[in-house]
């Protein structure tokens, strides 16, 4: 294997592996976000009108309920795609977070579907393309590499250190 054969490997191991853990600690960080909202609408925060149609000011207890069951959700959620992208402090098996990121895609676009046709600008406006971003990172954190590196990168690394004159 030559020196540019390496190099060219090892890069497209490494840029497969980055775009995906920053798409998923980008996704996550939204969840995360996206959960602290809904639990704040399930403590009674007055936000109820940025969410579920936005017709109440303070939800009544049975929203109230289901924004407690969307905050776990979205707890989750981002638990799921850190441990799709790699990332070891995922309690997420990796058979469950491959499957899972993909029930996030699927799901999070119907929820944008469901957002954008709203009658609440909030959802239509703000929910809606949040939805699709989320939508979005978790597709390119479910088609790259990122929790699964290539089993060769370290020899390639060792074959790299050992083609540069002065290393290895």
Not at 70 to 93: D, E, Q
Not at 131 to 137: H, K, R, S, T, V
Request: charged share 15%; aromatic share 6%; hydrophobic share 50%.
């Amino acid at each position: 294997m030559t020196r540019s054969e390496i190099v060219s490997r090892q890069r497209r191991i490494k840029t497969t592996g980055r775009a995906g853990r920053t798409a998923a600690a980008a996704a996550a960080t939204g969840f995360s976000l996206l959960a602290a909202f809904q639990l704040s609408l399930a403590l009674g925060a007055p936000l109820g009108h940025l969410a579920w149609g936005g017709a109440q000011e303070r939800l009544p207890s049975g929203l109230r309920i289901a924004s407690a069951f969307a905050a776990v959700v979205f707890v989750v959620a981002a638990l799921t795609v850190l441990g799709r992208a790699g990332y070891r402090m995922s309690p997420v098996a990796p058979r469950v977070s491959r499957s899972g990121i993909w029930v996030l895609v699927f799901g999070l676009a119907l929820s944008a579907l469901g957002n954008f046709a709203s009658s609440s600008n909030w959802e239509r406006f703000l929910l809606g393309p949040i939805a699709l971003l989320e939508a979005m990172l978790c597709l390119i954190v479910a088609r790259g590499d990122a929790g699964s590196e290539s089993p060769d990168a370290d020899e390639d690394t060792s074959q790299l250190r050992s083609a540069v004159p002065g290393k290895g």
